[in-house]
Every structure is written in structure tokens, then in C-alpha cells.
């Protein structure tokens, strides 16, 4: 989501929400260490580029110090394909910078919401376990009349 001045990024794991200004302030400082980072953002032409250090010291990133910093790139590249590129930086664990990159495409299919359902694979089982167990005990009570 794009507002004046800011950019939302959304994640449907654990529905986080990444705010990020695109005024070009600085990054916090005083120790301020927010759990998803602190982003900042710019448009370099038609790509939004996101900065995030000052990450919480339980956002250990592959085993990243404090001086992580992690650099996004959201680029369009045709009506429905948006590629993103990443790069992290840590010097005081990395001895290079490494990065990666994906192309998305937009879908028409259905976007399920994350959720832990590994109760939806035993469901059946479950249920067949609780209707076995409530026909012994009406056998039970029938057999004790």
C-alpha cells in the first residue's frame, strides 16, 4: 500500500505490518531497535528501494550482529510481474554482502490467510477417533441395562 509519504508492506505471517517512510529522515538512532527493523524508503525511477537496519537483537538474521542492514528493491516489470531483489549486509558476521532476487506475478486464484493447519490433515482421524469413542460407550450403556 502506497499513502502520501509512506509505504505499507504487509505480510500475511503473523499479519506484520511494515510502515515506511519515503520523506528521506533518517534512520532512528538512541538505540531504538524495532522488531521488524527500521525502514526507510526512496524511488530510484520506477523502483522502490527500502533500507532497514536497527533490527530487535531477537530478529537474529542467520546469526546477524546489530549491524545488519538489509536493502529491498521493488521494481514493476510489466503490468502483472513485479521483481524484488534483496541484499544484506553484516559485516560483523558476513564476509560479504549477499542477496537474492524473485519475480512475482499478480494471481487470479484465491490467497488463503497463513494459518498453522496441520489440525485440518488430522481432522478426519480425529473425529473418526471421537464418533469411535462415543459408539463404545452407547454400547457400554446398552450392554449394562
Same mark, same amino acid.
Given at each position: 500500500?502506497? !499513502? =502520501?509519504?509512506?509505504?505499507?508492506?504487509? !505480510?500475511?505471517? +503473523?499479519?506484520?505490518?511494515?510502515?515506511? =517512510?519515503?520523506d528521506g529522515? =533518517?534512520?532512528?538512532?538512541?538505540?531504538?531497535?524495532?522488531?521488524?527493523?527500521?525502514?526507510?524508503?526512496?524511488?530510484?525511477?520506477?523502483?522502490?528501494?527500502?533500507?532497514? @537496519?536497527?533490527?530487535? &537483537?531477537?530478529q537474529n538474521?542467520?546469526?546477524?550482529?546489530?549491524?545488519? #542492514?538489509?536493502?529491498?528493491?521493488?521494481? &514493476?516489470?510489466? &503490468?502483472?510481474?513485479?521483481?524484488? !531483489?534483496?541484499?544484506?549486509?553484516?559485516? @560483523?558476521?558476513?564476509?560479504? &554482502?549477499?542477496?537474492?532476487?524473485?519475480?512475482?506475478?499478480?494471481? #487470479?486464484?484465491?490467497?488463503?490467510?497463513? $494459518?498453522?493447519?496441520?489440525?485440518?490433515?488430522?481432522?478426519?482421524? +480425529?473425529?473418526?477417533? $471421537?464418533?469411535?469413542?462415543?459408539? #463404545? $460407550? $452407547?454400547?457400554? #450403556? @446398552?450392554?449394562?441395562?
Open positions: 500500500v502506497q !499513502a =502520501p509519504g509512506y509505504a505499507v508492506i504487509m !505480510a500475511e505471517m +503473523i499479519h506484520e505490518a511494515r510502515v515506511i =517512510p519515503l529522515r =533518517p534512520h532512528l538512532g538512541g538505540g531504538v531497535r524495532g522488531y521488524l527493523g527500521d525502514s526507510r524508503g526512496h524511488f530510484e525511477g520506477n523502483t522502490l528501494v527500502i533500507e532497514t @537496519t536497527n533490527f530487535h &537483537p531477537e538474521f542467520r546469526g546477524s550482529s546489530a549491524n545488519l #542492514k538489509v536493502t529491498e528493491r521493488f521494481t &514493476p516489470v510489466g &503490468p502483472n510481474r513485479l521483481h524484488y !531483489a534483496f541484499w544484506v549486509e553484516d559485516p @560483523t558476521v558476513f564476509a560479504q &554482502p549477499w542477496g537474492g532476487e524473485y519475480e512475482f506475478s499478480r494471481t #487470479k486464484d484465491q490467497v488463503y490467510e497463513y $494459518a498453522c493447519h496441520e489440525g485440518n490433515y488430522g481432522m478426519s482421524g +480425529i473425529l473418526s477417533g $471421537a464418533r469411535a469413542v462415543e459408539r #463404545k $460407550a $452407547a454400547a457400554n #450403556k @446398552t450392554s449394562s441395562r
